[in-house]
């Protein structure tokens, strides 16, 4: 039989600003009657990408794959510029879904080329958004773990740091700490993103009034990652998911009463009210597995508005392949 009998889900959670505005630029070219591509997945989450098929927008991987005069979306994570002039130059008609918050990135990254610092970048290589920042400064040293530091950035007189919006705050200053014994001159420019920060900061306040935290995101994304490391940090057992199709085994909730949730700036919030569900289903007491939607609908109402949790989603519909609202085990 169940334990759980209340499951919260953390403040602000859901899409953060960036994702959000490239969906709907996304959806309101297709709306408007255009030939509508993302250039690359828009977020890595199966569930958005087949709303957004069903709607006859189209994931490519290169811009050969668009016919001319179609639309295609960047996505949050930006370009870099040649990829940009390639595409006005084939004759698509480009809708720039690029995060102000990474062009913002971007255009530090011209100002301290221009100013001739050696730049270090912390950022997992080859992801999306460090690929288009490179676009801009191609020369950037890209760190990521710290035991790589020591033999990939070198002693420079002039040297500033920048990083992925989405990186740990706590390993940005443990890095800028350690660029002071490299160089004599050392610029900051705390490019880490303020909605990444405020996701940690709900997470660990969820996380100390619960047994249990599910943390729910894309495997390779950094950002849930770092949500479970936190989780763990604060003292609490923590499980990472993509999805409530991957709670097979409700054994990982027995003897919990209270479980939270939290995700990943991509991952829409209706994904944490299907776990929530789920949750509910296999693992509440009978009571609660009985009423399993309308708590797992309360749970979501409990969290952020949309104003407060920085995205909204409002219009969002996302009925195929949500959890099954009776059967609990
Ligand atoms: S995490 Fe921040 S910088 Fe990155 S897309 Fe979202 S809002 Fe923009």
């Known amino acids: 039989m169940g334990t759980v009998r209340e ?6 959670t859901g899409f953060c600003y960036g994702v959000r505005e490239a969906i709907d630029k996304a959806k309101e070219a297709r709306a408007a009657g255009k030939s509508t591509h993302t250039l690359g997945q828009v977020v890595h989450n199966e569930g958005v990408i087949s709303d957004l098929e069903r709607l006859g927008i189209e994931t490519v991987e290169t811009l050969d794959d668009v016919d001319g005069g179609a639309a295609v979306v960047i996505r949050a994570h930006g370009v870099r510029p040649d990829v940009m002039e390639r595409a006005n130059a084939r004759g698509l008609e480009v809708i720039d879904g690029t995060c102000t918050w990474v062009i913002q990135e971007h255009k530090e990254l011209v ?8 730049i270090v970048l912390l950022g997992t290589p ?3 958004e460090v690929v288009g920042m490179l676009g801009f400064a191609p020369d950037a040293i890209v760190v990521d773990e710290e035991d790589e530091w020591e033999a990939k950035i ?12 989405t990186q740990p705050p706590w390993k940005f200053e443990k890095l800028a700490a350690f660029l002071v014994s490299r160089s004599h001159e050392l610029k900051i420019v705390n490019t880490v993103c303020p909605v990444t920060i405020r996701r940690q900061e709900d997470t660990v306040e969820a996380a100390g009034d619960v047994d249990l935290m599910v943390v729910v995101g894309g495997r390779s994304s950094a950002n849930t990652k770092e949500l479970t490391r936190l989780v763990g940090i604060a003292g609490k057992p923590a499980i990472q998911i993509e999805g409530w199709k991957d709670l097979t085994d409700a054994s990982v909730f027995d003897g919990r009463e209270v479980v939270g949730i939290t995700g990943g700036t991509s991952t829409p ?4 009210r299907d776990v929530a569900r789920r949750v509910l289903e296999i693992a509440g007491t009978p009571e609660v597995a009985a009423r399993a939607d309308e708590l797992a609908q309360e749970a979501l109402a ?4 949309p104003a407060g949790r920085t995205t909204s989603l409002p219009t969002f519909v996302h009925n195929e392949g949500a959890a099954p609202t009776t059967g609990a085990a």
């Open 111 to 118: 100002k301290l080329v221009e100013e001739g610092y050696t």
């Open 302 to 305: 409990g969290a952020a508005t």
């Open 7 to 12: 499951i919260r889900i953390a403040r602000r």
């Open 126 to 128: 080859n992801h999306a």
């Open 154 to 165: 070198p002693r420079k007189k002039r040297m500033a740091l920048i990083s992925q919006s």
């Open 269 to 272: 919030i209706e994904d944490l």
